[in-house]
Every structure is written in C-alpha cells, then in structure tokens.
C-alpha cells in the first residue's frame, strides 16, 4: 500500500468528513417531508469498496451506527463486482437496516473509470411507508412486522442512473403521502450524487492509491486511538439495569440490563438478563441494538472523533436471541425510535460506575407521535409527524440544556412548518418550570406543545416513554419529573393518554405532551446559591422548589437570598456524623 504524506491524509480525510457533510445539507435541501428537512431524521456516510465506513456525517447515531453492518449485508445480495455506475440500492428491511421500515437506506457505488473505489449511503426516516396507522409507527395491536407498511430487502432502484420505475409505482401506490416518500426517495439519491462527486475528485486530484490507502490509515489511526481511549477506563465488569415504562396500555414494563466489560483495550457490551421480545410495535433489533451501544460507549471514549470502521472494531455487542435487544423476525418494531435512548442511557449507567467524570445524567427522553386523516382544506390524506424534545442530562461540569436532542441530532420541527403543512394549531410550545431533575447541575428542563385538531376524525398514534420510570440523575443528582400526554386539559373533558396508546380524535381536541425532565448531577444542595437564583428569576424553578430541592431560602416578593435561613435549611438537610457517646 502506498504511503501517504502528512499534510495529504489530512487534507483526505478532512476532504472525506466534508463530503459527508455535503451529502446531508443535500439531502436535507432537497427532501419534501418535515421529518428529513426540519426534524433532520436522516445520516449520510462514504465507505471504502470493501464496504468499510470511512467517513460520516454528524448526523443520527441510530443510522450510522447500523449502516456499518447493513452495507455488508447489502453486497452479500449485489456482489460488487456485478454493480455499475449510477446503480442504486435502497432497502428498509427491519432486521438488516436501523430496525424499523420508514428508514430507508439508499447505497451509491462509486466508480472511476469503471472501477469500484467506495460507497455513498445514507438513511432517511419517511413520514409514512404504509401499514396499520399513519407514520407507520403504531403500537398497539401490532404482533408482526407484516401490519407495519411496505419491506423491501436490499434492491436495485437505479440501474446506471436511470430509476427503475416499477419499483418506485410500487412504493407510491403503499403509502399514505406518495409525493413526500417519493420525494425523499430522490432526495437521498441526490445526496449519494454529490458524495460521489466529491469522492471522484478526491480520487482524481490525489491519486487513487493515494486515496486508498488513505482510507486505510483513517480506519487504522480510528482503531488505534480508539482502543487508547478504552485504556483509560479501569478494567473490570460494569453492570446496570433500566426500564422502559411498557408496550402498550396494560402491559408490562421492558427490563433493559447490561454488562459492560473493559479489558485491554476492548469493550465488551452484553444484553443479557434484559425482557423478552414483545407482542407490540416495540423491538429493537440488533443492529439498532449496536448503533446506540457504540454511541453510548464512544461518548466516554472518542466523543469529538468521527465514526468509522476502527472504532467499531473495538467493541462487541451481543443479546440474546428472542429477547426484546435481538429479536426474531418477524417481530414488530416500528416505534423502536424511543428505545434509542434507553439503550443510550443504560450503557452509559453502567460505564458511570468506571468514568463518572464522563457521563452524564439521563435526558428527558422525547414523544415522536403521528396523526393522521383527510385535511378538510385539501381533501387529501394527510401526516404529521411530531418531534417533541425535551433537555439533556446534567453534568459533571455543567447544567444540561434546554429542547436539544440527544443522542441523536435530530431537532423540534417549527410551529410554523407544521401549521403550514397539517389542519392543526400549536397552541403552547414552552418550557416547565420545577421540570428539571435538582443537581448541583441541573438537569435539562421538560418540555410541553399543545397542539388543536382543525380536523375531524383524526387518527393519533402516540410514541414516547419515561411516564413510570424518571431518568435518572447521578452523583446524588435528582432524577426529572415524569412525562405527561393530556387530552383537552384544563376542562371537564381532561383524561391523561397512554404514552404509546392509539386513539380517535375530533375537531377542536386538544393534545398536549409534556417530556420528562432530565436528571440532575451532583448533590443539590452543592448547587451555587446564584445559580438558583438565576433559575428562578428566569421562570426555570420556582420559590417554594428552590427552597425543597436545594435548601435555597428565598424572599417570594423580591427573590433575595435570605443567607441565614438558607444555611440553616442546608445544614439541617446535610446528615450529620455520629458523635461518640
């Protein structure tokens, strides 16, 4: 393999991330749904020839994280040497792409003159793919993947640049919005266009040995660096177990358990002693399963360093076939999106006993619900999709924030692009006060929208979770107030709705979710006096939780700090060391 110069790997590999990149603003640009150009539910990523991620874009780890083995699954069915220039591959099987069918994966070959030097993928969430509910999403009374919408296993689309139009007819006449998937479809085989493009240049203007081994050494350098960062985790067995609050109205909570075992520069992630797979649209496959393992196992390691095939290889990942982390086809899985983080926060409860200077406390979790019906405006079927996200865990060094997602990049659609697009009026988008877990580092606070039906007849699938178990806080921290959905709150008429539950809506009903609060970190009690002040002076906290959650005694006309009983409500909340007799 030839050698590479300093100044010319970087300028490669920085050439590379920004290809990556580009791929994802095209993307966005150009898709027609709120999800991919608003909610930014999609990733973009180059791989060598051999099928080796390379390079990604900062986009959504439950992607990314799963690309890696899908690409390798893909060239099992279309060898690479029988694949042509301007061929595209698109599939969303559950089990072989990120675990549910609206994503879809779209794969680019890509030539220089006639020879294979890489691949363009990307993976998009389309608003709808067919099956029992709009968004495609649904929980309840789902028992197979067969009622979750259309499935296409890894398949040809584009043959030499030209669309293989049957396939594309197919699609349409299976899903709710045609003109959006369709849409989004083109869109992401543009941004495959425009990473290969910049893959193409990379390759004329350096050399194609050049760039080769460059790509080479990218993984290389990943790998050795990643297995450095693992170095500096003590060694041993870190095990901890979360829950998610059900599947469903009337069902059981889902145990998520994980051994995390460091050694040597390796870190080995186990499933084992999580629940079963489930009769509900809620699975996680295995390959959703890794994609948030890694994330949650590179936040402590590599957090700043892109994603490639050498940071992969450090890290082994297994569960039990059958159970709820690998399950086996055809269990349904379509609202695996608010699994995400439970997979995210588990991993990371366990690494916090190895790292706590690393972690932090977990996130508010978020609702990705769907409606559905005929808009009276149009006539026509319509879908919203709905983000609602709230903050992010406090930590060790700072407060959480405030409506950001993670650990994916996606982001709360605006009011306005969803008024435009659906017959609905966003009545309330705003913060909770006395929402947040306490801290010394607060926790990120929940967030509520309240949204009014201008249509009747609606069908409302809901997606969210953290209504029965809090996410917890660390290090003494508190963990956040419980996650709330209501119907028409505030009249005679109010009911609390299941987090996951399905329903039938009329004109002028009112929907409001409210996110949990993330967790704190730390003692609150440690927490500055001014930062409780500022907090709530700012609306965040109030007068009476200041006092009961960080011992801050405050005068409610003025909000001055009342010092003496504020050091007297502190040490009497502090317990005291024993005395001898």
């Known amino acids: 393999m030839a050698a590479v110069d300093p100044i010319t790997f970087s300028v490669l590999w920085g050439g590379l991330l920004s290809a990556a990149a580009e791929m994802g603003v095209t993307l966005s640009r150009t898709a027609y749904s709120a999800a991919v150009r608003e909610g930014l539910d999609y990733s973009t990523a180059l791989f060598d020839a051999d099928g080796n991620m390379v390079a990604q874009g900062d ?129 992401q085989v543009n941004a495959n266009m425009t990473g290969a493009r910049r893959l193409v240049s990379l390759a004329e203007t350096h050399g194609l040995a050049t760039l080769r081994a460059a790509m080479g050494e990218i993984i290389r350098q990943s790998e050795e660096q990643m297995r450095a960062a693992i170095r500096t985790i003590p060694d041993g067995v870190y095990s901890f177990t979360d829950h998610m609050d059900d599947v469903g109205p009337g069902t059981e909570p889902v145990v998520a358990k994980v051994t995390v075992t460091v050694a040597d520069g390796t870190i080995a992630v186990d499933w084992t002693g999580s629940g079963p797979q489930r009769e509900a649209g809620l699975n996680s496959y295995l390959h959703y399963t890794y994609a948030y393992t890694i994330a949650a196992v590179k936040s402590v390691t590599l957090p700043t360093a892109p994603q490639n095939e050498g940071v992969i290889r450090t890290i082994t990942i297994t569960a039990p076939e059958g159970t709820f982390f690998n399950p086996r086809y055809p269990a349904p899985s379509g609202g695996r999106a608010t699994i995400s983080h439970r997979i995210y926060e588990t991993v990371l409860g366990a690494l916090a006993q190895a790292v706590p200077d690393r972690v932090m406390a977990a996130n508010s979790h978020f609702f990705n619900p769907n409606l559905g019906g005929t808009d009276p405006a149009t006539g026509r079927a319509f879908v919203c999709y709905e983000l609602v996200i709230g903050g992010i865990g406090g930590r060790p060094y700072k407060d959480g924030e405030e409506a950001l997602a993670s650990p994916w990049n996606a982001a709360n659609i605006p009011v306005e692009i969803q008024e435009a697009a659906n017959p609905i009026l966003v009545e309330r988008f705003e913060l909770m006060a006395d929402s947040a877990g306490p801290g010394r580092f607060r926790g990120g606070m929940g967030l509520r929208r309240d949204i009014r039906l201008l249509a009747d007849g609606v069908r409302f699938f809901n997606l969210g979770d953290r209504s029965l178990f809090q996410p917890y806080g660390l290090a003494g921290g508190h963990g956040g107030r419980l996650a709330e959905t209501w119907l028409n709150p505030g009249t005679a008429a109010a009911r609390a709705l299941h987090s996951k539950g399905s329903y039938r809506l009329a004109e002028g009903d009112l929907i409001s979710w409210r996110t949990a609060g993330a967790g704190g970190y730390g003692d609150p009690l440690a927490r500055d006096v001014a930062l409780v002040v500022r907090d709530v002076v700012n609306g965040y906290v109030s007068v009476a939780a200041a006092e009961r959650d960080y011992g801050v005694v405050l005068d409610p006309a003025t909000l001055k700090v009342d010092v003496a009983a504020t050091r007297r409500r502190r040490q009497a909340a502090v317990p005291q060391p024993a005395t001898a007799d």
């Open 59 to 187: 986009y959504s780890p439950g992607h990314l994280g799963s690309m890696a083995f899908t690409v390798r699954k893909v060239l099992e069915t279309y060898p690479k040497e029988h694949l042509q220039p301007g061929d595209a591959i698109l599939l969303n099987d559950s089990g072989i792409g990120s675990g549910h069918l609206p994503d879809f994966f779209m794969i680019s070959p890509i030539h220089v003159a006639d020879e294979l030097i890489g691949f363009a993928v990307n993976c998009a969430h389309h608003v709808d793919v067919g099956g029992s509910g709009a968004g495609s999403q649904v929980i309840e009374g789902i028992i197979e993947n067969y009622q979750e919408g259309i499935r296409f296993l890894p398949t040809r689309c584009y043959v030499q640049g030209a669309p293989v139009e049957d396939i594309f007819r197919v699609i349409a006449a299976n899903v709710r919005q045609p003109e959006k998937v369709i849409g989004d479809l083109r869109a």
